[in-house]
C-alpha cells in the first residue's frame, strides 16, 4: 500500500528534484533491453553492422586510394559518426509512434519520448568514440587532450542536430505515414553525399560548399581533421558548425512546440 | 475549491471526405481538394469535480465521454474552453494502459508506473503486490506480446489502482477479468474511496453509477443533459435508452 500512502500526501507538498527522472531511466533502460534483449551480446550484435561495413569498405576502397594511407582512419570515423546520424534520426522519426501506446493513454511529456529513443544511438556513439580512440592509439596517431575536446564538441553538435530533426519528424510522421521511407532514401542519398567513402578533394572545389550544407558532413570533416590530420579547423568553420547545429536544434524544437499537443489525436 | 474545474469546453474533429496519412497522397491529390466536415464531440461542457467525490459518467456511443475523460486528462487539447485540475491524474483509458509488448510484465510495470508518476522504488516495492493482485505472479517474465487481452487489462488495472495518487479515471470500470478479479477491483475501489481519493467513472452501466458513484453526469451530443444523483441519472440514461429503442 506505498502508494496509497504516498497519495494522501497532499498534491505539491513534496516535488523531486527532478520528477521525469524515473521516467527518462525507464525508457532509456526499457528500449535498450527491448532493442537488444537486455543482454550484452545483443548490443555487441548492434556494433556490428558498421564494423562490417567497415572491413568490406576498407577491403574495395583501400585499393582505390592507396595513395592515402589515413584512407582507413578517416573511413572509420566518418562511418561511425553517420552510423551515428542514421540509426539516431530513424529512431527519433519513429518515436513518438512507437511510443504511443503511452501517449494516447495518460499524460506523458512528449519531448521525453523523442529525446530518450535516440538514447541507444548515443550509447553506441561513445562506444564508437572509444573504439575510434583505441584505433587512433594502435595505428600511431595518439590524439592531444584539444583534439579529443573538440570532438566531443562535435559529437555533441550531431547530436544537437539528430534531436532537432527527431523532435520534427517525429510529430510530422504522426500526419505522414511515409516519411520514413523518404528518409530513408535521403539517407541512402546521404551516405554519398557526405564524404564518408571518398576524400573530400577528390571532388572540385566548388562542390565543397554545397556539400558542407548536408549537416554530417562538416562533423565528419572536422573530426578527421582534429583526430586524424591533427589540425584545428578555422574558427568560422566552428561558428558555422555552432549555427547549423543551433539552427536545427530550435526549429525542431519549434515544430515540435506548434504541432506535439495534438500530437495524441493522430494516433 | 474544485479539484477539476472543465469551463465551457468544447472539442471537434474535422473529418476529410478522402482520408490522406502519406505525402504521396498528398501530393498527387493536390489537384483534388478535399472537403471537411466537423463533428462537435464536446459542445461547451462545464463540470466541476470536488476533493473525494466519486462522480459517474454516462452517455451512449459517441456522446462524448471518451473524448471528455482525455481532455480531462490532459491527453486530448480542446478547441476552445479551459480545464483545471489541481491534482495528479491516473487514468485507465480505453480498458488499459499503454504497453510495450517486447517487454515482460516487470519491466511494462516499471515502464508504466513511471508515466503514471512512481519513483522506480516504489514500483519495485509494490511489484509483488501489483502482480498478485492480477494474479500473474507466474507470468511476471513472459513478454506481453504473449499475453491475452484480458490478462494485459488485468495487470492494467493493477498497475493503476496502485500508481493512484489523487484522482482515479476508469473508462469501463470493471469490464475485465473473471468474478474474483472485479471483486478484488470492487474493494480496492471502495478502500480508494474511504481514503478520500477522487474517481471519476465511465460506464453503460447503471448498476455501477448507482452503486459506486455519489454523482453522474449524463452526455447527450457533446452537451450535459442532466448532472444529479447518481441513481436518478442512471434512470435517465435507462429511459433515454428505452425511448431510443421504442421509438427506432
Not at chain 1, 542536430?161 to 505515414?177: E, H, I, K
Amino acid at each position: 500500500m506505498e502508494a496509497v500512502a504516498e497519495a494522501l500526501r497532499p498534491v505539491g507538498a513534496r516535488r523531486a528534484p527532478f520528477p521525469h527522472a524515473g521516467l527518462i531511466w525507464t525508457l532509456v533502460r526499457t528500449d535498450f533491453k527491448a532493442r537488444y534483449h537486455g543482454t550484452l551480446g545483443g548490443f555487441v550484435w548492434a556494433l556490428l553492422k558498421p564494423v562490417c561495413m567497415f572491413v568490406v569498405l576498407m577491403g574495395v576502397f583501400s585499393f582505390l586510394f592507396a595513395s592515402k594511407p589515413e584512407y582507413k582512419l578517416n573511413l572509420i570515423v566518418g562511418l561511425f559518426l553517420w552510423d551515428f546520424f542514421g540509426e539516431g534520426t530513424k529512431s527519433g522519426l519513429m518515436s513518438l509512434h512507437a511510443r504511443g501506446f503511452l501517449l494516447s493513454k495518460a499524460r506523458v511529456p512528449s519531448w521525453i519520448l523523442v529525446v530518450t529513443a535516440i538514447s541507444n544511438a548515443i550509447i553506441t556513439l561513445g562506444v564508437f568514440s572509444l573504439v575510434i580512440v583505441a584505433f587512433l592509439l594502435v595505428t600511431g596517431h595518439p590524439p592531444t587532450g584539444e583534439a579529443l575536446f573538440a570532438f566531443a564538441m562535435y559529437c555533441a553538435a550531431l547530436t544537437a542536430m539528430v534531436m532537432g530533426f527527431s523532435l520534427a519528424a517525429s510529430v510530422l510522421f504522426l500526419r505522414y505515414r511515409d516519411l520514413n521511407q523518404v528518409w530513408e532514401v535521403v539517407l541512402q542519398a546521404g551516405f554519398f553525399l557526405a564524404p564518408i567513402i571518398y576524400p573530400l578533394e577528390i571532388l572540385p572545389e566548388r562542390f565543397h560548399f554545397y556539400l558542407y550544407l548536408w549537416p554530417p558532413t562538416p562533423i565528419i570533416e572536422f573530426s578527421r581533421s582534429v583526430l586524424v590530420r591533427g589540425v584545428m579547423p578555422t574558427t568560422t568553420g566552428h561558428v558555422y558548425l555552432a549555427l547549423d547545429a543551433i539552427s536545427c536544434l530550435v526549429a525542431g524544437i519549434f515544430i515540435f512546440w506548434r504541432l506535439s499537443p495534438r500530437a495524441a489525436e493522430y494516433l | 475549491m474544485p479539484l477539476i474545474e472543465v469551463d465551457k469546453v468544447s472539442k471537434a474533429f474535422r473529418i476529410p471526405s478522402v482520408h490522406r496519412q502519406t505525402i504521396r497522397e498528398h501530393l498527387l491529390g493536390v489537384l483534388e481538394p478535399r472537403r471537411f466536415q466537423s463533428l462537435q464531440v464536446l459542445d461547451e461542457v462545464s463540470m466541476e469535480i470536488r476533493r473525494g467525490e466519486t462522480v459517474g459518467i454516462m452517455g451512449r456511443n459517441g456522446s462524448g465521454k471518451s473524448t471528455l475523460l482525455k481532455v480531462i486528462c490532459g491527453i486530448f487539447l480542446p478547441d476552445q474552453g479551459r480545464v483545471s485540475t489541481r491534482a495528479a491524474i491516473t487514468p485507465i483509458l480505453e480498458l488499459g494502459v499503454g504497453w510495450n509488448p517486447d517487454l515482460d510484465a516487470v519491466d511494462n510495470v516499471l515502464l508504466v508506473g513511471s508515466v503514471m508518476g512512481l519513483s522506480i522504488q516504489q514500483i519495485r516495492r509494490s511489484m509483488d503486490e501489483i502482480l498478485a493482485f492480477a494474479e500473474l505472479e507466474r507470468f511476471a517474465n513472459l513478454k506481453l506480446m504473449h499475453y491475452s487481452s484480458g490478462m494485459s487489462a488485468r495487470l492494467g488495472y493493477a498497475v493503476a489502482f496502485q500508481a493512484v495518487r489523487e484522482v482515479l479515471v476508469l473508462d469501463e470500470i470493471f469490464a475485465v477479468g473473471d468474478v474474483g478479479f472485479r471483486e478484488r477491483c470492487e474493494e480496492r475501489y471502495r478502500q480508494l474511496k474511504s481514503l478520500g481519493h477522487t474517481v471519476i467513472v465511465v460506464s453503460h452501466d447503471p448498476r455501477i453509477i448507482s452503486t459506486f458513484c455519489d454523482r453522474a453526469l449524463l452526455l447527450d451530443g457533446g452537451s450535459i443533459a442532466m448532472d444529479g444523483a447518481s441513481a436518478d441519472v442512471a434512470d435517465r440514461y435507462v429511459s433515454m435508452l428505452t425511448h431510443q429503442s421504442g421509438s427506432g
